[in-house]
């Protein structure tokens, strides 16, 4: 079946350099994709989005890169903080309107003082 | 405003009991989600509802069953639970299926 995957479980940084996390998909039809970041004990929070329809998007320290051809998905963070350390997940819509938001499975991003 | 609201947020169940978990939200969202998260899992979605009065199967939806009576309200139920369903769950709204989704704080489910 086709799924959303992650290429690496575990990722450990400086504070200041920069960090970035990959996620892989293989639905051809998803259309949708979504970074969230969850922090232990909590529930995820939304990060950023990027429609099918963009290659790229920034937000506050952070920036989406879409590739399609490769169907790959990547998750920059800039000047990593130690604020940012927890687990991020990517996530796809491949049902369109029908709602089918899919995870991976996540990778921990560690952040060294 | 409360935003996503998830009753209760601990529970442990014997084996063979059933509960119902409650999601409320305050949105006025269309879109709701149950998922399940195991340790060192990602979230896997075990059912989902587009409006009132329907639901959806998702990814694991073996065990569960869901209703959606009211706009605000996703119930969860586990009719006869098992080990195998201890996990923590989260509930989730979205105003469509291609926008964001917001997560309550989760309920951690144990079955002994």
């Known amino acids: 079946g086709e799924s959303v995957g992650l290429h690496l479980p575990t990722l450990s940084v400086q504070e200041g350099d920069n960090s970035i996390i990959n996620c892989a998909y293989s639905?051809?039809?998803?259309?949708?994709f979504i970074w969230y970041k969850q922090e232990s004990g909590k529930g995820p929070q939304f990060i950023i989005d990027i429609r099918s329809n963009m290659d790229k998007r920034q937000g506050q320290r952070v920036t989406v890169l879409l590739n399609k051809t490769v169907k790959h998905l990547s998750l920059q963070i800039a000047a990593t903080q130690p604020g940012d350390s927890a687990v991020y997940f990517c996530?796809?819509?491949?049902?369109?309107?029908?709602?089918?938001?899919?995870f991976g499975k996540g990778t921990k991003l560690s952040v060294k003082p | 405003n409360a935003g996503v609201t998830q009753t209760p947020k601990f529970r442990v169940l014997k084996t063979g009991q059933s509960m119902t978990l409650l999601c409320a939200q305050d949105m006025n969202h269309e879109y709701m989600y149950w998922y399940r998260q195991d340790p060192g899992m990602g979230l896997r979605l075990i059912h989902y509802s587009v409006g009132e009065g329907t639901t959806a199967k998702g990814e694991v939806p073996d065990g569960y069953n869901v209703s959606r009576l009211k706009k605000q309200n996703f119930l969860l139920g586990l009719e006869s639970a098992a080990p195998s369903q201890t996990s923590v769950y989260f509930c989730a709204t979205s105003l469509t299926g291609n926008t964001e989704a917001f997560f309550g704080q989760g309920t951690r489910l144990t079955v002994v």
């Open positions: 639905n051809s039809a998803s259309d949708y």
């Open positions: 996530a796809e819509n491949y049902g369109g309107s029908q709602g089918n938001l899919i």
